[in-house]
């Protein structure tokens, strides 16, 4: 029987219920295990996408035995034949709903995170440490945001330290010798994203498995989200399925980031972990005062006074974070520094260097 046809009906039977009688979970069984068999990549991709459409318990354990046989695939060029088969495998074992070893998984993080992180989220709280490790590598916006809030949900005290960590401290001190009328701002962007929007094809002969990814209830009809996690900003996945050409386009929303990154929510993932406002959160870790200048000597005295407020606030944080998540933390070290904003209108003498803490934690 010529490869398309064989194709064809083997779509038929995946999707489209045979008209005069109902499908036989048994005979699909059957059908998908002798192709889940074959000595054929595309084959068993089409195994394994049968088995997933038709949610075919019994073929679980073929299909994670494949994926581990597949971790030699593991960066695979994408849109490949390689990558489509394991595609099929992932998509599969989501469909599934299968609670995979870590180990089982890990290895295909790098050019599948989303699907990853998907089944990772199965046993989150078991998979704490391999999330954590996730967050090493290049993920995008929503990636990320999809981790953190599986670590949120876990309250994770590893997470709650690496995000301490992360967050920089400052004092910020506007110094003046005149009465100050009007104020000034600063900001920053946060990282470096790139665009990736791009169409796809998968090659002939695979089956049209799909691809996920995360985003926000709000940009996609709700009958097509997943909930993953709660936090800042929710978690939901998609799926989406290859067309019948092979083909599909999307907006990529998440460029791969430059660098690590919360998204801007290290303030509200402290603030949950913890049980404070974030509010409070951005007053402990960037205060800001303005200081009359009447000599070096008093500013100094002054700026000291303020930053040791602020080392005892920070402090107390990390303490109420361990009490509330009932865990000790290990030591760690945070920088805290002083930025000066010069206003003064006389300048004659320069301001004292801007002094840097290193604040040792719990």
């Known amino acids: 029987m010529p490869s398309w046809t064989r194709i064809f009906l083997l779509w038929c039977f ?17 059908r998908a295990n002798a192709l889940l068999d074959s000595s054929k990549p595309a084959d068993r991709a089409w195994g394994a996408y049968l088995a997933g459409n038709l949610r075919l318990e019994a073929c679980q354990g073929k299909i994670v035995d494949l994926l581990r046989g597949a971790t030699l695939l593991n960066m695979a060029v994408v849109d490949g034949e390689n990558y489509a088969y394991v595609q099929s495998l992932l998509d599969a074992l989501i469909q599934l709903d299968v609670k995979l070893d870590k180990d089982d998984v890990l290895p295909f993080s790098t050019t599948w995170p989303a699907e990853t992180i998907i089944l990772l989220a199965r046993q989150a709280k078991a998979n704490e440490q391999a999330l954590l490790a996730l967050r090493n590598q290049r993920l995008t916006y929503y990636e990320w945001m999809a981790i953190d809030n599986l670590l949120l949900g876990v309250r994770s005290p590893q997470f709650f330290v690496e995000t301490f960590k992360k967050l920089p401290a400052w004092y910020h001190f506007t110094v003046v010798d005149r009465e100050l009328k009007n104020g000034g701002t600063l900001g920053g962007m946060d990282g470096e994203l790139l665009d990736s929007t791009r169409d796809r094809r998968f090659p002939p002969g695979f089956p049209p498995a799909a691809v996920y990814d995360f985003t926000l209830l709000h940009a996609i009809p709700v009958r097509d989200a997943v909930f993953l996690a709660d936090g800042p900003q929710v978690s939901y996945y998609r799926r989406l399925p290859i067309d019948r050409a092979y083909q599909w386009t999307r907006e990529d929303h998440g460029a791969r980031r430059l660098g690590s990154g919360y998204g801007g929510y290290e303030k509200e993932y402290l603030a949950r972990l913890s049980r404070y406002e974030p509010d409070r959160i951005e ?5 800001s005062a303005t200081l009359y200048w009447t000599g070096a000597e008093s500013f100094s005295v002054q700026v000291k006074s303020l930053m040791d407020g602020q080392s005892i606030e920070l402090q107390k944080l990390v303490g109420d974070a361990q009490t509330n998540l009932r865990a000790q933390f290990p ?19 320069p301001l004292p260097a801007a002094p840097v803490r290193d604040l040792t934690l719990p």
């Open 331 to 349: 030591e760690f070290q945070i920088q805290v520094k002083a930025n000066f904003y010069d206003l003064r209108d006389d300048k004659t003498t």
């Open 283 to 287: 007053h402990i870790f960037h205060p």
């Open 14 to 30: 995946a999707v489209v219920p045979a008209l005069s009688q109902p499908v036989s979970l048994e005979t699909e069984t059957i």
